[in-house]
Nanobody, 113 residues
Framework: VQLQASGGGLVQAGGSLRLSCAAS????????MGWYRQAPGKQRELVAT?????STNYADSVKGRFTISRDKNMVYLQMNSLKPEDTAVYYC??????????WGQGTQVTVSS
């Protein structure tokens, strides 16, 4: 499985960005797809996930501002009302067969104040 993320960039506080991630390869038996982020000097943290059944889960810090969605082999993260503390490298994530975890290459999101 390969994951290709795109859509990061530089935006002012209060702005919006949409991240996309395309999965290719053996993309059957997917349990979760989602997004994580890692800011400088901090651990990687969960942002949002979506299950194969469409259930979503969000970090408290992004609830009401970010929306995750999935369409076949794609997963998206719509980010609104961005804050400087959202600045991080965002990683696409996929879990299949409950034990196999895959990561994309990361896309930089920078929010200026």
């Amino acid at each position: 499985v390969q994951l290709q993320a795109s859509g990061g960039g530089l935006v002012q506080a209060g702005g919006s960005l949409r991240l996309s991630c395309a999965a290719s390869g053996s993309i059957v038996s997917i349990n979760f797809m989602g997004w994580y982020r890692q800011a400088p000097g901090k651990q990687r943290e969960l942002v949002a996930t979506v299950t194969s059944g469409g259930s979503t889960n969000y970090a408290d810090s992004v609830k009401g501002r970010f929306t995750i969605s999935r369409d076949k082999n794609m997963v998206y993260l719509q980010m609104n009302s961005l804050k400087p503390e959202d600045t991080a490298v965002y990683y696409c994530n996929l879990v299949r067969l409950r034990t196999s975890v895959y990561w994309g290459q990361g896309t930089q999101v920078t929010v200026s104040s």
